[in-house]
């Protein structure tokens, strides 16, 4: 309905300064902005050319505003004055034609004083204040209050000075809502939760998405921005974050902080700090490593436009994959085959693709440690001394190298490569490698004494020996060869043969062969070894898989061995062995010789000596 005016005026019209009024504005259902308003009265007069409304109040539901209001009809300006307690959005609607989108719920106490004046495309105002609000409420969040002085024009809003708490958090900061831009700064101790509620922005919102809060979680942030209200996707966001007791990706941290500087097109976190959380993790339960771990890291930055991920300066004693799982869950996958007793020290640079963008991955991870790490060969973990090395990701190949580590008391190098195929493949040589340390882990009884040396290049795709294919060489130095679990079983068919369980083959120290593997199947036709008076040859076939052997040895006991012999010409002084079963425990039996390969001639025709020529006299 139309408000009902009542005036009651007196003065000389000819003198418009002697005019005085009595004014009274009443009206019900009236509406604002299409705000339905219950009542309406304006109590007043007309004096000195002014009006002044010393009584002003607007009711609807159990809200109302009262106020004071004077104005100048000669100059077509005035001040006011009004306290309200109507809903937040009823009031800004009341005071603005565009206001924004807050829909916080409750009743606020709000204090305003401002002024008014009329232009020809209307009235114009400035108001400022102050408001409060008790248990707002903005998208399934509940806080207990909400405060802030503000300051209007009608189509600019300016919060400062505000205060939101809820329980034990709270935000202060200041908000500039214009028509164009939201701009706004605040500090906050609020939870993950949130922010997650609350933010809309990608790829920004997606990120938060990936923390989780764990016990006496806490936030501290410092952060300013924009949002352009023209063009929504169009953000900026910068500021400086701390947090103890959160997860991100599933992993665990005790603390962390890192400054922000994101917008729709990168997300930038610099100068970063965290210490790790391993109570729970795998490997710390494993070999009851420590329960932390720390790094830092000068830059990581999300690109979206080329879905890259910028890794600089990544550095710290932290285990491998639970960094790795952070920005690139499938290497940290691959990571978790290297199993380090404890957190060796790490560095990180380079570029990762996401979203499937293979062809910008360029990261170059360099690892040492003094703890050892297990590496699982053949089905048999084994422990790495000491490991050092680099890892490349370069596009679809992983490259583990130069990687040096120690093995059975011994040092192994090599460069391990593995394709998204799965495929593994590697070169790897060793030294001075301890044959009863080694004998100890893959199982066997016997460990002789002796120290291996060799060399293997191989591929090896899928699980278990099966998928194994290589070649190489071994020697063994300093050891006794028929103490070896392989040979030790032949010890007593060679005595039995000779007749003598000291014929001098114990004195066999040094042993070499080169061998080939096919699908998990080792080969080899040139297994030599020899004492002062014997030569030893010898081919066989090894499945790595069900580790069983067949072996050929043949033994060259000429000499005083071969007199023995005699009846058995034309090959006098030469026997033949076979063994069969597993490879630690095989069964070796005498049988008759046969002619050997081409790779072990030396058997049948040893070289001669030769005598030395003397140097030709000058």
Not at 506 to 535: P, V
Request: with cysteine.
């Amino acid at each position: 309905t139309q408000p009902v005016v009542r005036i009651q005026a007196s003065g000389d019209f000819d003198d418009p300064a002697s005019m005085q009024a009595s004014i009274l504005v009443t009206g019900s259902s009236l509406e604002r902005n299409g705000l339905q308003l219950d009542s309406l009265l304006l109590e007043g007069e007309y004096r000195d050319q002014r009006v002044v409304f010393e009584r002003v109040e607007l009711r609807r539901g159990d809200g109302e505003l009262t106020g004071r209001l004077e104005f100048s009809p000669q100059q077509r300006r005035g001040s006011f004055e009004a306290r309200s307690s109507l809903e937040l959005m009823e009031f800004l609607r009341i005071l603005s034609d565009d206001p924004p989108d807050w829909d916080l719920g409750g009743s606020p106490r709000v204090d305003a004083r401002g002024t008014l004046w009329w232009e020809d495309e209307g009235w114009r105002y400035k108001v400022q204040g102050h408001a409060s609000l008790r248990e707002p409420r903005w998208r399934n969040h509940q806080a207990s209050r909400l405060s802030s002085d503000f300051s209007t024009d009608g189509s600019t809003l300016y919060l400062q000075d505000l205060q939101l708490e809820r329980g034990a958090h709270s935000l202060e900061g200041r908000i500039l809502l214009s028509p164009e831009a939201i701009r706004y700064s605040a500090t906050t101790n609020l939870p993950i939760p949130f922010w997650q509620q609350v933010i809309p922005f990608e790829p920004l919102r997606s990120v938060l998405h990936d923390f989780r809060e764990g016990d006496a979680s806490r936030i501290d942030a410092r952060f300013h921005g924009s949002n352009d209200r023209l063009d929504p996707g169009h953000w900026q966001f910068k500021g400086s974050v701390e947090g103890e007791n959160l997860s991100f990706r599933g992993v665990p941290a005790r603390r962390a902080r890192v400054d922000l500087d994101l917008n729709r097109d990168q997300l930038d976190f610099t100068k970063g700090e965290v210490l790790f959380d391993y109570r729970d993790y795998p490997l710390r339960r494993a070999f009851k490593g420590p329960l932390t771990g720390a790094g830092t890291m000068d830059r990581i930055r999300y690109d979206s436009k080329r879905s890259v991920v910028e890794i600089e300066g990544v550095s710290g004693t932290m285990w491998p994959a639970p960094i790795a799982r952070t920005f690139a869950p499938a290497i940290a996958d691959h990571l978790e085959s290297y199993r380090f007793h404890a957190p060796p020290k790490l560095t990180a640079n380079g570029t990762i693709g996401v979203k499937n963008r293979i062809g910008q991955q360029q990261l170059t991870v360099g690892f040492q440690s003094p703890s050892p790490a297990t590496y699982e060969f053949l089905g048999t973990p084994l422990r790495l001394q000491s490991p050092q090395g680099r890892f490349r990701l370069q596009d679809e190949l992983a490259v583990v190298g130069p990687l040096q580590f120690g093995l059975a008391g011994g040092l192994m190098r090599g460069t391990l490569k593995r394709q998204s195929s799965a495929t593994l493949t590697g070169e790897l040589d060793w030294t001075g490698v301890s044959l009863p340390e080694l004998s100890r882990s893959y199982g066997f009884d016997a460990q002789p004494p002796g120290q291996l040396t060799g060399r293997l290049e191989f591929s090896h795709r899928g699980e278990g020996a099966g998928g194994l294919n290589g070649e190489g060489l071994i020697a063994l130095e300093d050891g006794q060869l028929f103490s070896v679990p392989i040979f030790g079983p032949l010890s007593g068919a060679i005595s039995t043969v000779l007749d003598n369980r000291k014929a001098g083959f114990q004195e066999a120290t040094d042993a070499f062969c080169t061998y080939s593997i096919r699908n998990g199947i080792l080969s080899t036709d040139d297994f030599l070894t020899t004492t002062s008076s014997m030569i030893f040859t010898g081919d066989a076939r090894v499945d790595l898989g069900r580790r069983m052997m067949t072996m050929t040895m043949r033994m060259n006991a000429r000499g005083l061995f071969g007199v023995i012999t005699l009846p058995l010409r034309p090959f006098y002084g030469l026997f033949q062995f076979r063994g069969t079963g597993p490879i630690n425990a095989p069964v070796w039996k005498n049988v008759i010789f046969t002619s050997p390969p081409e790779s072990q001639r030396i058997l049948l025709d040893p070289p001669k000596a030769r005598a030395v020529q003397q140097p030709a006299r000058r």
